[in-house]
Every structure is written in structure tokens, then in C-alpha cells.
């Protein structure tokens, strides 16, 4: 044989790509053809917004585990969740976790380096900050209760006015100031680039060279796009040093910046981070704590909209309880109806559907009977464990009676639950974003019926994920009608 550059070059990648298709250890597990070979088949479904809902086809084609990459691998059973996820973090985060922006909390994937981070930051989530933080919350909902009252009969766009109060309630918490968007009833440039961060620094995670060159293409809308990210941890700095030069460092304001910078007598307390390492903290805060709450009030408020009976039952719980304009948290806290009307949204809608990607520890693994190696990239997804019918008859459907039913083995379904994430890395702002869910939702619920707005149909509301779910259409249009008591 005549060996030629071109006849080695085709040589070393058909060898290649027989080894990860016939010798690799991964190559009974069943997937498309061409993840066998390439991880771009994986990275064109993450740029088109249809990987959770693929995936999703995927496991009902080829079961509780599909090949979706030469090395990686999805599951979608109990066994496989406890396994990977399990409260012993044994399984690290994926290299996928680069492409969230810079080093915090949510994207440290060396688990000492975590567990060193968290020591440093945990306590502002504790219970006690959540009680500290609840007349911000009521505030912003105060706020918005305002704008609907302002605009009563006229459709709004709720996606656009619940990510304002998500924004506002955070950016109150974490920057120590906000942005305003409910007294203005506009969106600031901080909503519109929190749109293209997760998008550009995919990007820029995937393609680092072309990244680079695109940033010379004189083109403004494509270098706007491409430094979203980067402008968004220009608005931490920004509010941090403001914050520093108007309160100092110590002080008894009611934000969580303050938690986060205060330094503490007891000496043995852990130190405040340095404090480019705080900007980049609350900036993904803000980052954490926007769509994925924002969204999740409009799906819920879409789905009450398209069922009065659901609205009825929740307005007469709601009936039981005393209050003026906004509830006191622990007024609505336990309320079972409006308690299963948030579970079932966050099953059907999951605001954070796509899979969690962690990596297999040395030695490999047994996840749900199948032999991984290790160094394998392995996750679940919560759009699909949340839709399995073992555990949810009708899982297409949005039914909230399945939490009230006694018969529903509440235990089993909540170990489905994948949304909030699971483990050493579940979500942190879990008790703050509940509280936001459930005192906003009865507030508003009590005063207003809801209506499905005339230009915003179900396939404008069809789910797309850039890891946060999204709306295809980009809006939910809904009109409120004021109850009359009398
Ligand atoms: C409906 C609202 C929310 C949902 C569904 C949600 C979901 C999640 C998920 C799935 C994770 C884990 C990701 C992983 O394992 O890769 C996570 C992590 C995290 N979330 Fe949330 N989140 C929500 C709201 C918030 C809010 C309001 C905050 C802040 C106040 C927040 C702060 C965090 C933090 C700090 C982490 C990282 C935890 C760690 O790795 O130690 N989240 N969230």
C-alpha cells in the first residue's frame, strides 16, 4: 500500500471512529448512529434549543439508557438518579460546566473545591436569610401587583413582567440594589443580555478559536451577542463597588451581599471570599435565580389560565387566610393546593429540564445495571424522570391532583424529582424561589382571574432549553380580570 499523507490522515480517522463504534466498551448501548462517532451530533442539538425533548424521544425509543456521545451516556430510571447523584459526591460535575461562565458555586467541578467554596458561602441560604429577605420579596410583589392594577384588561406579556420581578427580587438580594423594572414596566439591557449568556459563552466554550475571530468581524449585533457574558459580570462589579462605597463593609443591611462580605467575630467562621470572587458569586446569583423562577410563574399562570377550575379551587384555599395585598410567608407555605399546583408545574415544566452531567469516578461505575468506565460523561435529565409513568400516570398531562391523591406515592414521586438538581450540588436558592412562587401566586390569584391573552398559543408556550427552558415564542400573553368580593 502506498502510504501518502492524505491515505494516513483517512486511515488514523477511520480507525478512530471504528474504536468508538465497534471496540469501545460503550458500544452495545443503544443511540443514533452518529453520536457513536462524534460529539457533534450532541452540540448541534444543544445550539437548537431541542435537546431535552430528543433525548426525551430518544429514551422512549431505546429505553433507560441511550449513547448520546462517543463517551456519554443518558439515563432516565430511580436507580440511575440515586446512583449518579447520590448525597456521597462521588460523581464530579462534566467538563460541560465550562461553558457557564467563570469559576463559582454552580460550575466548580472539583468537589474539595467546592466543598471549600460552600463552607465559604452556604450560610447566606440558611433559614435564617430567607427570613431576612422575605420584605424584599413582598416589596417586588407589591410592585407588581401595582403594574397589573395599572393595566387591568389588557393583555401583558407575563413571561417579560415575572422575569422583571425574578430580576428585581435578585438583584435586591444579591447586588443590594435593583433594577427597577416593575416601577418602569421596562426591561433593562441586563434582561437582554441575560438572553444571550448561556448562548454566547456556549459558544465561546465549544468553538474557543472562532469565538476569537468572530470578535474581529465588525459586525455590532453579532459582537454584542458574542460578549453577553462578559458584560454580565460587568453589572457584579459594578453593583458590588457601588455597594462597598455606599455601605461599606459592615452593617445591618437586610441583603445578602452583606452576609457575603461581612467579616465575622468569631474567628473561627470561615473568611469572606476575596472579593472578585464574590462579584463573580452573586453575579451568577443573578444569573441562577431570573428565568428559571421567572419562567416558572409563567408556565404556572399559563396553565391556570387554560384551567378556571384549577383557579376556583385555589382561590377558595386561598379564602381561609386573612391578608390585605401580600401574604406573610408562612401563611401560604403549607397551603396543599397552591403546594401541588407549583410541584406539577415544576414536573411538566421543568425550568432546568436538561441533563445534569457528571463524570464517572476511577474505577468506573455500575449505573442501573450497565457497566460504565470510568471517566465517562453520564447524567439524567429532569424532563424525562419526572415524565415517567411508572411514577406519573398521564405524564403528558398537567394534572395537580396527582399530589392531593392519597392513594400517589408522594415518596416515590418526589425521588423523581429531578428539577431542583440532587445531592451536594442541589440548587441552593430552592427555599427563596418557593418562597417568590408561592407568595406572588397567592397574591395574585386572590385579587385577579386569569385569561389566556389572544396572541399567545400553545405553540408559541412549545418548550426550548438552552439548559434554562425557555418559550419558543418568547412571551406568554395573559389578562388579568379583577375579582369583585362584594
Ligand atoms: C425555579 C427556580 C430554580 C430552579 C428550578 C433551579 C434549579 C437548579 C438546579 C437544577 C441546580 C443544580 C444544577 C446541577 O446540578 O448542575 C441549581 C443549582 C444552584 N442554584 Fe438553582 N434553581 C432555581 C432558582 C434559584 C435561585 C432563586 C437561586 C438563588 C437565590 C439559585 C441558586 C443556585 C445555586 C447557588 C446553585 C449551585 C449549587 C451548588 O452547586 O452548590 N437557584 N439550581
Redesign the pocket.
Known amino acids: 500500500m502506498d502510504w501518502t499523507f492524505p491515505s494516513i490522515i483517512t486511515s488514523g480517522v477511520l480507525l478512530i471512529l471504528a474504536t468508538r463504534a465497534i471496540l469501545h466498551p460503550l458500544r452495545n448501548i443503544p443511540g443514533p448512529l452518529l453520536a457513536k462517532f462524534t460529539g457533534v451530533w450532541l452540540i448541534l442539538l444543544d445550539n437548537s434549543g431541542q435537546r431535552t425533548q430528543t433525548l426525551h424521544q430518544l429514551h422512549q425509543k431505546y429505553g433507560s439508557v441511550v449513547r448520546i456521545g462517543p463517551n456519554e451516556l443518558s439515563f432516565s430510571t430511580r436507580k440511575a438518579m440515586r446512583e449518579i447523584y447520590g448525597s456521597s459526591p462521588t460523581y464530579a460535575?462534566g467538563p460541560q460546566?465550562g461553558a457557564f461562565g467563570r469559576k463559582s458555586?454552580?460550575t466548580m467541578r472539583i468537589k474539595e473545591e467546592?466543598r471549600e467554596r460552600?463552607k465559604r458561602i452556604a450560610h447566606i441560604f440558611g433559614p435564617a436569610s430567607v427570613a431576612q429577605v422575605e420584605p424584599i420579596v413582598s416589596e417586588h410583589i407589591t410592585k407588581l401587583m401595582r403594574a397589573l392594577e395599572m393595566r387591568q384588561s389588557e393583555a401583558l406579556d407575563m413571561m417579560l413582567w415575572f422575569r422583571m420581578l425574578a430580576l428585581d427580587v435578585?438583584s435586591d438580594?444579591f447586588f443590594g440594589k435593583n433594577f427597577g423594572c416593575l416601577d418602569s414596566g421596562k426591561a433593562p439591557t441586563i434582561l437582554h443580555d441575560l438572553d444571550q449568556v448561556f448562548p454566547a459563552y456556549w459558544v465561546e466554550w465549544q468553538f474557543p478559536l472562532l469565538h476569537r475571530l468572530l470578535l474581529h468581524v465588525p459586525y455590532k449585533a453579532l459582537h454584542q451577542f458574542l460578549t453577553a457574558g462578559h458584560r454580565f459580570y460587568g453589572y457584579g462589579g459594578e453593583a458590588f463597588n457601588d455597594y462597598v462605597n455606599r455601605y461599606g463593609r459592615t452593617g445591618n443591611r437586610r441583603d445578602l451581599l452583606q452576609k457575603m462580605i461581612a467579616v465575622s467575630d468569631d474567628t473561627a467562621a470561615p473568611k469572606p471570599l476575596a472579593d472578585h470572587d464574590i462579584i463573580i458569586e452573586i453575579t451568577?446569583?443573578i444569573f441562577?435565580?431570573t428565568d428559571?423562577?421567572g419562567n416558572?410563574f409563567s408556565y404556572m399562570f399559563w396553565e391556570l389560565a387554560k384551567n378556571p377550575e384549577w383557579q376556583r379551587r385555589l382561590r377558595d384555599e386561598l379564602s381561609t387566610i386573612q391578608f390585605d395585598n401580600v401574604p406573610d410567608y408562612q401563611d401560604v407555605m403549607k397551603l396543599p393546593i397552591l403546594d401541588a399546583l407549583i410541584h406539577e408545574t415544576?414536573r411538566f415544566w421543568?425550568?432546568?429540564p436538561a441533563s445534569?452531567p457528571r463524570v464517572t469516578p476511577k474505577g468506573g461505575r455500575t449505573i442501573d445495571g450497565v457497566k460504565v468506565p470510568e471517566n465517562t460523561i453520564v447524567s439524567c435529565q429532569s424532563y424525562s424522570t419526572q415524565r415517567d409513568p411508572e411514577f406519573f400516570p398521564q405524564p403528558d398531562e398537567f394534572r395537580p391532583e396527582r399530589w392531593l391523591d392519597e392513594n400517589s406515592d408522594l415518596t416515590a414521586m418526589r425521588d423523581m424529582i429531578l428539577?431542583?438538581?440532587r445531592g451536594?450540588?442541589?440548587?441552593?436558592?430552592?427555599p427563596?424561589?418557593t418562597m417568590e412562587?408561592k407568595m406572588a401566586t397567592a397574591a395574585i390569584m386572590k385579587r385577579y382571574s386569569v385569561e389566556l391573552g389572544s396572541d399567545t398559543t400553545n405553540s408559541d408556550m412549545e418548550m426550548r432549553d438552552h439548559f434554562v427552558l425557555t418559550a419558543k415564542g418568547g412571551q406568554c400573553k395573559l389578562l388579568f380580570r379583577k375579582i369583585s368580593y362584594s
Open positions: 460535575k460546566y458555586l454552580f467546592h460552600q435578585t438580594i451568577n446569583l441562577a435565580g428559571t423562577t416558572t415544576l421543568p425550568a432546568s445534569l428539577v431542583w438538581g451536594q450540588r442541589v440548587c441552593m436558592g430552592k427563596i424561589a412562587l
